[in-house]
């Protein structure tokens, strides 16, 4: 457009709007990928953790130091994660918030349970823990990455 006063024709309007329209669904669409990396690195980290905790629970080596610290790293991260993006789909502040609060509550109550149920260890509640945790995070990745 060479003359910012000049009108456009209807296929002109047309193919200027199909464009925009263009632009802004990229745009939405890589907005979900950050927020779908969290959930995965959650899912993977919280999988890891709960299999490390059996692996190393009882030999002193400070497990639940280890497990404290990564976690409260996870947590950190994770809320920072969307403070970095500059584009979100509709609706992102309430699906990440109830997703991530979901995985948390999830993430403490399996650990929870661990120490009280299981002071000396069970590979199998732990191993199962992992499942359910990767399966809740990688859940949530792909309800963001869907929306």
Do not use: C, D
């Not at 024709?9 to 193919?15: C, L, P, V, Y």
């Not at 200027?16 to 329209?21: G, M, N």
């Not at 970095?84 to 399996?110: C, D, I, P």
């Amino acid at each position: 457009m060479e003359q910012p006063h000049a009108t456009l024709s209807a296929a002109e309007a047309q193919e200027l709007l199909a464009k925009a329209q263009g632009i802004a669904s990229t745009a939405t669409k890589a907005a979900a990928w950050p927020a779908a990396m969290v959930f995965t690195s959650l899912a993977i980290l919280g999988s890891l953790l709960m299999i490390g905790l059996e692996i190393v629970a009882h030999t002193g080596y400070g497990a639940p130091l280890l497990a404290s610290s990564v976690g409260l790293w996870a947590v950190i991260s994770s809320f920072t994660w969307p403070l970095m993006q500059r584009t979100t789909k509709a609706g992102f502040s309430k699906r990440f918030l109830t997703s991530l609060a979901a995985y948390m509550v999830l993430y403490v109550v399996a650990l929870l349970v661990a120490f009280i149920a299981f002071p000396h260890g069970n590979p199998v509640y732990y191993v199962s823990a992992a499942i359910v945790l990767a399966g809740v995070g990688l859940a949530a990745a792909f309800r963001e990455l869907r929306a």
